[in-house]
């Protein structure tokens, strides 16, 4: 192929392997030569050779394995695939559930797996933490873990998405307001209660304790159940995510309160299910693929020894019937 081409092997391999330093002229001719012959690349060849493997792994810590069935992570996913088919890496699935899948994952860390991770939902005391900051490999947290600073993150603003969807609340003349939070081991978590208690605060408004669940539809649900035995005098909820808020609704209805005019309800995501809602949910959007792919995309800059600066990505209300 490099004869057909009529240049070096080694620049043969560099226009191959997408390496700098090769004029547009041979990496045309290279390019011309590899349609003429037909040539597929050998990827355990070119792995010898560039010692990469060509894959990046997408490494999530959960508890559920249908985790990245959840609307949210399947919008992430697409994002990073997209960004990665651009630099022509595969991408790979982890899902740190059990004690055995973290050791596949510290293994992965351990023995250079794949050329890069991304790491998503870390809680506090995440045993994936400290593996993380012991490897060699270039490492990406999607959300900023508790109680750490990586060097490279791609994040949203949490906090002030809560408080621009309490603070709309606020405006409509809601004065009860309660908080259904996400995992309060997350940074999410903790970041959406705070940018809640923060705009009740500057109105002069006492917030609630927080209201725990999980993320999903049924500890919304529930959450929102023993939010109305505690105080059934609640006129507003801003829910951690959409899924919480869905389950919320679903409460409020089973329990006779109607949804804006007894309670004001809104979410954070801006997922499907916020405009299948009933009535359709007032949410915060953050840009869930743009989160996918700026994670992956930083991750090639460091896989391509580059050093890019961590990322946090706007919110903005989006205001439908609920609120």
Same mark, same amino acid.
């Given at each position: ?18 390496? *700098?330093? @090769? ?16 040539? @597929?690349?050998? *990827? ?83 045993? %994936? ?8 490999? *270039? ?14 993150? @791609? ?24 908080? #259904? ?52 005098? @609640? ?13 919320? %609704? ?20 801006? %997922? ?40 946090? #990505? ?10």
């Amino acid at each position: 192929m490099a004869e057909r081409a009529g240049v070096s092997r080694s620049v043969a391999s560099r226009a191959l392997n997408n390496a *700098p330093h @090769v004029s547009r002229a041979k990496r045309e001719a290279v390019e011309r030569a590899v349609r003429q012959l037909g040539y @597929v690349p050998n *990827p355990t060849a070119r792995a010898l050779a560039t010692q990469q493997t060509g894959a990046a792994a997408l490494v999530v810590s959960g508890e559920n394995p249908s985790i990245f069935a959840d609307p949210f992570f399947a919008q992430v996913i697409v994002g990073a695939t997209t960004a990665l088919e651009d630099a022509d890496l595969h991408l790979m699935l982890c899902l740190a559930a059990s004690d055995r899948g973290r050791k596949r994952v510290a293994e992965l860390l351990r023995s250079r797996g794949a050329d890069g991770v991304m790491l998503m939902a870390l809680r506090e005391d995440d045993p %994936l933490l400290p593996l993380a900051e012991e490897t060699r490999m *270039p490492v990406v947290f999607g959300g900023r873990p508790v109680g750490a600073a990586p060097r490279w993150y @791609v994040d949203v603003d949490n906090a002030g998405g809560a408080r621009e969807a309490t603070e709309h609340l606020v405006a409509r003349g809601r004065t009860r307001v309660a908080a #259904l939070c996400g995992r309060l081991d997350t940074e999410a978590g903790r970041a959406r209660y705070r940018g809640y208690r923060d705009a009740l605060l500057a109105a002069g408004l006492d917030p609630f304790p927080p209201q725990e669940g999980d993320f999903t539809e049924p500890s919304g649900a529930a959450a929102m159940a023993a939010l109305l035995a505690n105080h059934p005098d @609640v006129d507003g909820v801003f829910a951690a995510n959409d899924n919480m808020a869905a389950g919320a %609704l679903r409460t409020l209805r089973k329990a006779g309160r109607l949804v804006p005019d007894d309670v004001a309800v809104v979410g954070f995501d801006d %997922l499907a299910v916020a405009q299948i809602a009933d009535p359709p949910l007032t949410t915060v959007h953050q840009p869930i693929q743009a989160l996918g792919r700026e994670m992956a995309r930083m991750l090639v800059s460091l896989v391509n020894g580059q050093d890019p600066t961590p990322l946090i #990505l706007p919110t903005r209300l989006v205001v439908r019937s609920s609120a």
